[in-house]
């Protein structure tokens, strides 16, 4: 049974290491948590925060 790289979809021999396409690394994809953010998903996040926080406070200023 073949494997297939994640990231390019390259079919693999079942006990590569890696991607010779890509370069993809499956020794470390079992260290990688299930909820990695990237930079945008932070920027995001942070942005709704802000944006509750300052609706709070606005909302005890007024009432």
Same mark, same amino acid.
């Given at each position: 049974?073949?494997?297939? +790289? ?7 021999? %079942? !006990? *590569? &290491? =890696?991607?010779?396409? +890509?370069?993809?690394?499956?020794i470390n994809d079992? %260290? !990688? *948590? &299930? =909820? ?28």
């Amino acid at each position: 049974m073949s494997k297939y +790289c994640p990231k390019c979809g390259n079919k693999l021999k %079942d !006990k *590569s &290491r =890696f991607c010779v396409k +890509c370069g993809y690394d499956f020794i470390n994809d079992d %260290d !990688k *948590s &299930r =909820f990695s953010f990237n930079t945008k998903d932070m920027i995001i996040i942070i942005l709704v925060i802000l944006i509750v926080v300052s609706g709070a406070y606005l909302t005890f200023l007024l009432f």
